[in-house]
């Protein structure tokens, strides 16, 4: 019965090369922020080509941003902020030892994130139809086209990093799929949550991404 | 090893209010948008990103309360960042001849 597992839960042994618990969760911890600065990094060279092509061709840029939605942008901005507290608000729960706020948490993040991946399905079609595919797929044939030879570039950029970010999206939803199973098991609970703050880490970076892709691409252009 | 040193709890009501912040901040994001403000605009969207950044890294990651350690492996990656930033716009504005982009 489950009732025996929620009357265990939360009881982790930790693994043999660790000295305790703490070191566990510390180390875990660690790792997870490397692998954040990887992905910081890895993000940031298509942030930094995007700021300084755009200091070259501004004028190309902001006609490529009229062609965004910017009332789809604030919404899955808003959408992400709402994911990234019922994120916290799962470990938070779990640090209280309340498995069914957990999983509701857990739950509205993932849906969340179904909410995130609808709305650029929808952005992203629009787009294909109107033929605004990334660089040498070009081929949309509007005045801005022929005033802008180089328009196709700023869908390259809208493309390459909505697309990357999309992905680190469909990987973060994979990974809270993995954590409601668990969390189901009973296994979280006040001395063991490691997954749900790693992983939370993990949400909260690709949030933060949109924070600035949001502005850059849609706004400002 | 004190096994309970590291649960620190963020009360509920500070993250709602950061999440309330938040939101707002991303209105103000929208509003300044629509105005005019020529290179300002630029500026000004990336200053109210970076604040909420901030927000989200010290609360919802909780860097406000965690080791220095995470805050320094944090700012390694920011610092690069910089660094591949500043050295390529060094070679852009130094070179004599750029050829236009075809």
Known sequence: MSTVKTATSGHHH??????????????SKFGTWVFLVTEIVMFGGLFVGYILFHEKFHEMFHAGSTFLNWRLGALNTVVLLFS????????????LGKKSLVLLNLYV?????????TVKYFEYTHKFHEGLFPGALFSYDGPEAHQFSNLGMYFSFYFVMT????????????????LIVRAHRGEFGPEYYTPLECTGLF??????????????????? | MDDQQHHHMIPLK????VLVLLLVLTAITVAAAQVNFGPWNTVIAMAIASIKAGFVLAFFMHLKYDDKLYRV???????????????????????IVVEPFQ
Not at chain 1, 109 to 117: E, K, V, Y
Not at chain 1, 207 to 216: A, E, K, M, N, S
Not at chain 2, 78 to 88: D, K
């Open chain 1, 14 to 27: 930790h693994a043999h090369h660790y000295e305790s618990a703490e070191h566990e969760y510390v180390t």
């Open chain 1, 84 to 95: 990234s507290l019922t994120m916290a608000l799962s470990i938070y729960y779990a640090q």
């Open chain 1, 109 to 117: 993040t993932l849906a969340c994130g179904f909410i995130f991946l």
């Open chain 1, 163 to 178: 697309g990357l970010h999309g992905s680190h999206v469909i990987a973060g939803m994979g990974l809270i799929t993995w």
């Open chain 1, 203 to 221: 949400w909260h970076l690709v949030d933060l991404i949109w924070i600035y892709l949001f502005p850059l691409l849609y706004l400002i252009g």
């Open chain 2, 14 to 17: 500070i993250y709602i209010q």
């Open chain 2, 73 to 95: 492996c944090f700012g390694t990656a920011i610092f690069f960042l910089i660094v591949l930033y500043a050295f390529s716009k060094l070679d852009i504005v130094t070179r």
